[in-house]
């Protein structure tokens, strides 16, 4: 916090981004300092548990590799917007740490409330009318459903006690939820999951993301699709697993497969319809999520799916919407009509592109292929209309992703791309890092990432490598 007012009394560009790059490196040691203290619990609120270091090391990468992009967008902006670009950006990585980490039930609310505000000013940084109009959605659609999210935890606190002694730790509504009334924790449950599907990117609330990610500049985008829809994920998440031992589990599974099946037939379809690159690829993160769900229904094989599932969209998410500024640079738009020919104006951006459209389609040699094939395989045990419902979505989908970007790719260029920005090759830098790291770790995942997914699942070394490795 007090980095982002430096950017207010040092607002010169060189100090501005100098203070940003203190606090992306200070946010690297801190992750550094959460491996090297596991389970230490800080400040009473905060704890550095397997879930948490898992989204603080995605973070990490996630928020160093934004600032580097971002300095492009703003190289033009005058000293108050910047410093104020550059606060609004420290201050929404200091809310997702306090939400990765936090162990309270509050105090996570708080936080996840808090990058809502904070990411207002990202959201709006051209300040054009449809950007204006997309952030007051954002606001406006994000605090109902974080209000409702709320009334769900207080509804739930209230029946079963918590409330009254004080005690809003997950551990402690975890034992709570054990005696309450199945009807009053359902209730809970429908409000939380709706009100944080806004964070989460999946149905019902889907829409206020997909229209930030196409009004933001492509690096907030990038930063929109992973490190806060992670936060949507850990705050959910960490609920889910205080009513998973409860005897309305069966039931919370079910909700969580119609959900999920409902954002990919939302994802399926408007990926067709969608004549906005940025818009295909904010409904490809409505995919994602969607499986994400599904897969935290079907136990604790599920739950490592589903870490498995967002890590690797963050790392090829990113790496997609930082392609997608450079394409826009060269081809000065978007849209899918004016985007053509690609590959002759850029073929080293359009072979990323492909590449980045191919790991995200879950293609091999994608890690991706590797958590869907595994969640296919969980659903095809018991669960065949799921299966055959999932299979035949994620293939329309492919085929969306995969038709929309080789007409990019491929085809004539308009008359107006001649004169287009040259494209420094340092620029791919992270891209390439991120696709490599992604398709590197399909291969050989180190010890360390494998433990911690297992962990966070519950799984045992035996029981993992009979479902895994069979």
Known sequence: MVLSGLTFVLPQKRNVHLITLAAVLLQALFTVYAFMNRDATELIYFTFDPLALIFLAILALVSASTFYHTIIYTKEVDHLNRSVFYASFIILNTSLTGVYTSNNLIVTWIFIELTTLSVAYLINFHRSTASLEATWKYIFICSVGIALAYIGILFAGAASGVAASGNMSFEGIKAAFVNINPLYLKLAFVLILAGYSSKLEVFPLYTIGIDANYVAPAPVS????????????????????????????????????????????????????????????????????????????????????????????????????????????????????????????????????????????????????????????????????????????????????????????????????????????????????FFGAAVFLCFYMPSFMNDLFISVSGLSDGFFNSIFNS
Do not use: C
């Not at 906005?276 to 769900?293: D, I, P, Q």
């Not at 009509?337 to 850029?346: A, D, L």
């Open 222 to 433: 990038a930063f929109l699709s992973t490190a806060l829809v992670n936060g949507g994920f850990v705050a959910f998440f960490r609920i889910f697993q205080a009513m998973a031992d409860t005897m309305i589990s069966p039931w919370i599974n079910h909700v969580l497969m119609i959900t999920g099946i409902l954002s990919l037939i939302v994802a399926a379809i408007y990926i067709q319809k969608a004549e906005n690159l940025k818009r295909v690829f904010a409904y490809s993160t409505v995919e994602h999520m969607g499986l994400v769900l599904i897969a935290l229904s079907l136990g604790k094989p599920g739950i490592y799916i589903a870490l498995f599932q967002i890590t690797f969209h963050s790392l090829i998410k990113s790496g997609l919407f930082y392609q997608t500024g450079i394409l826009h640079r060269v081809l000065k738009s978007y849209k899918l009509s004016k985007s053509e020919g690609y590959m002759r104006m850029n073929a080293a951006g359009a072979v990323i592109l492909f590449t980045g459209v191919v790991l995200i389609s879950a293609v091999p040699p994608s890690p991706l292929f590797y958590s869907e094939f595994l969640l296919l395989r969980q659903l095809g045990d018991g669960y065949w209309i799921m299966f055959i419902l999932t299979a035949l979505l994620l293939t329309l989908i492919f085929y969306g992703l995969l038709r929309k970007n080789i007409r990019i790719i491929t085809g004539e260029p308009s008359g107006k791309h001649t004169n287009t920005e040259k494209v420094s090759w340092n620029e791919y830098t992270t891209q390439v890092l």
